[in-house]
C-alpha cells in the first residue's frame, strides 16, 4: 500500500519526548500501574499477578470484550473485537472497502480516518465545519456530498481537533439520512462520556444502526493510551469476522497484561470518568481565564467535549513556523493546523493533563512578548 506519512504521528515523533512542556496532547491525565492495581478486586488482582505471558484470544478476552460492551446498549461481547485502535481503523476499512468506493469522512480529523481509504484506491470527499458557526458540521452539506457510489461515512464526536458535538437530533437525523441510503457509518467515538455540557453524550451509533461501526477504548477518555487497547463494536457480524480473518495480519493478539489491565478499568469506568472530567473542568477554567484576557491574540469556539480545541491565533501568518519556534525557545510543544492538513492559522491545543495550568502559564508568558 502506498500510503503518504502520517503528518501528525510525525510530528509528535520529532517533538513529543523532547520538549519539555506538552500543550498539545490529546489524552487525559494517564493513571500509573500502581493505581490501576489498588483500585483492582482481589480476584482481579490475583489474576494480574498470576497471568502467563502468552498468546491471547484474536477475538480479545472475553471479559474485556463483556465488560466493553456494558458501554453500547443492547449489544454484547459477540458485537466487539478487541485491537489498539488505530489498529481497527485499518482492517475495517480493508475489509468494507474496494477501489472506487466513494467515502466521506469529518475534517479536519485524525489522518486514518480518510488517508487509509484513499490509500486503499477510494474517492474521499471531506465534510468540513463552520468556523463562524462555532465548527458546526451542517447535515445538509454532508447529504450534498452523497453520490450513488458513497459507501462510508466516517465521523468523529466529540471531535478532534475542535471538541465539536451535535446534538442528539443532528445525530439522530444524520444516522437516519444515512439508513435510507443504506451507507456505512464510521463513528470514532474515542472522546465519548469527555462531554462538557450535561446531557451532550451522544448514543453509541452501533446502537441506533444496524451497519454503525463504533471505535472506542482506552486511551483518551480512561488516559490508558499505554495500554494500546480499542475496539470496533457493531451488529453487523460479517464485517466483523472479515476484521478478525484480517487481524491475523497485523497483531494476531493483544498484550495480555494490556487486556487485565483494561478490564480493571472499565470494571472502575465511573471512578475514572469521573476523576478526568474533574481535572478538565478545573482546566477549562483556566482556559477561559487565559481566552479571557488575551482577547487580541486567540478566538476560540468552546469545545463541547473531548479533551482538546482548536484555538485560531491571530497575528501569526504561519502556525507550523511559530510552533517549530515555540518548542526550540520555550520547550512547549503545540501541534498546528499543518499537521490536519488545514491551513496555518489554528492549533490544537489539550487540556487533559494535570501541568496544563502550569505549562497554559508558561505560554501566555511566551505569547505575550512577542508583537
Not at 6 to 20: D, I, M, P, V
Not at 31 to 55: C, I, N, V
Not at 107 to 114: E, K, N, R, V
Not at 296 to 301: D, G, I, S, W
Amino acid at each position: 500500500m502506498n500510503i503518504p506519512p502520517f503528518t501528525l504521528e510525525r510530528y509528535f515523533a520529532k517533538h513529543e519526548f523532547s520538549a519539555k512542556y506538552l500543550l498539545s496532547s490529546s489524552d487525559c491525565e494517564s493513571l500509573s500501574l500502581t493505581e490501576m492495581l489498588e483500585m483492582a478486586s482481589p480476584e482481579m488482582r490475583k489474576t494480574f499477578f498470576d497471568l502467563k505471558l502468552g498468546y491471547t484470544e484474536s477475538m480479545g478476552h472475553p471479559q474485556l470484550r463483556a465488560e466493553a460492551a456494558k458501554l453500547h446498549h443492547g449489544l454484547n461481547a459477540e458485537n466487539l473485537l478487541i485491537a489498539a485502535p488505530e489498529e481497527a481503523i485499518f482492517i475495517f476499512m480493508n475489509a468494507l472497502l474496494e477501489p472506487g468506493d466513494h467515502v466521506i469522512s469529518t475534517f479536519p480529523g485524525y489522518q486514518s480516518l480518510y488517508e487509509i481509504a484513499r490509500a486503499g484506491g477510494c474517492q474521499i470527499s471531506t465534510w468540513e465545519p463552520d468556523e463562524a458557526a462555532e465548527w458546526h458540521f451542517d447535515l445538509a452539506r454532508l447529504a450534498e456530498l452523497i453520490r450513488p457510489e458513497t459507501k462510508l461515512v466516517v465521523v468523529n464526536f466529540p471531535h478532534n481537533p475542535t471538541g465539536y458535538i451535535p446534538s442528539q437530533k443532528e445525530f439522530a437525523d444524520l444516522i437516519n439520512l444515512l439508513r435510507e441510503k443504506g451507507i456505512y457509518l464510521l463513528s470514532d467515538e474515542m472522546y465519548r462520556y469527555l462531554e462538557i455540557e450535561a446531557g451532550a453524550t451522544l448514543p453509541s451509533a452501533c446502537e441506533a444502526y444496524e451497519k454503525a461501526f463504533s471505535l472506542f477504548g482506552m486511551s483518551k477518555t480512561f488516559g490508558l493510551p499505554g495500554l494500546r487497547i480499542g475496539w470496533i463494536a457493531t451488529q453487523d457480524a460479517a464485517t466483523l469476522a472479515k476484521m478478525l480473518q484480517l487481524k491475523d495480519y497485523t497483531t494476531i493478539c493483544s498484550s495480555a497484561p494490556s487486556e487485565i489491565l483494561s478490564i480493571i478499568a472499565l470494571q472502575n469506568k465511573d471512578a475514572i470518568i469521573e476523576m478526568q472530567n474533574a481535572r478538565l473542568a478545573r482546566n477549562f477554567a483556566i482556559l477561559d481565564e487565559f481566552m479571557a484576557a488575551r482577547p487580541n491574540r486567540f478566538a476560540l469556539n468552546r469545545p463541547r467535549g473531548g479533551s482538546i480545541c482548536f484555538p485560531r491565533i491571530l497575528g501569526v501568518e504561519n502556525t507550523l513556523e511559530f510552533a517549530d519556534t515555540l518548542v526550540a525557545e520555550a520547550g512547549i510543544m503545540i501541534a498546528p493546523s499543518h499537521v490536519f492538513d488545514y491551513g496555518h492559522k489554528h492549533f490544537r491545543l489539550g487540556f487533559g493533563r494535570e501541568n496544563f495550568g502550569e505549562v497554559l502559564g508558561l505560554f501566555g508568558e511566551y505569547v505575550d512578548t512577542i508583537s
